[in-house]
């Protein structure tokens, strides 16, 4: 069960959204995801959501590197 660290409120919900970054003086994009406590409104990212961001990023990042 997904609960806010902040004041343990179970009333959290996942988003996504395509964030840039910057790699070799280039932009790349990806999606990423972070939760949002509806009852005190803290943003914070969850070890799994830092894992698959992480992925996603790396995944941007080769693309830059090995363009179609």
Same mark, same amino acid.
């Given at each position: 069960?997904?609960?806010?660290?902040?004041?343990?409120?179970?009333?959290? &919900?996942?988003?996504?959204?395509?964030?840039?970054?910057?790699?070799?003086?280039? @932009?790349?994009?990806?999606?990423?995801?972070?939760?949002?406590?509806?009852?005190?409104?803290?943003?914070?990212?969850?070890?799994?959501?830092? @894992? &698959?961001?992480?992925? &996603?990023? &790396?995944?941007?990042?080769?693309?830059?590197?090995?363009?179609?």
């Amino acid at each position: 069960m997904l609960y806010c660290h902040f004041c343990g409120s179970q009333t959290v &919900r996942s988003y996504s959204s395509m964030e840039a970054y910057q790699y070799k003086q280039q @932009t790349c994009h990806a999606l990423t995801e972070y939760s949002v406590c509806e009852q005190c409104g803290e943003e914070f990212i969850t070890t799994e959501q830092i @894992t &698959r961001n992480e992925v &996603r990023i &790396r995944e941007a990042k080769k693309a830059l590197n090995n363009p179609s």
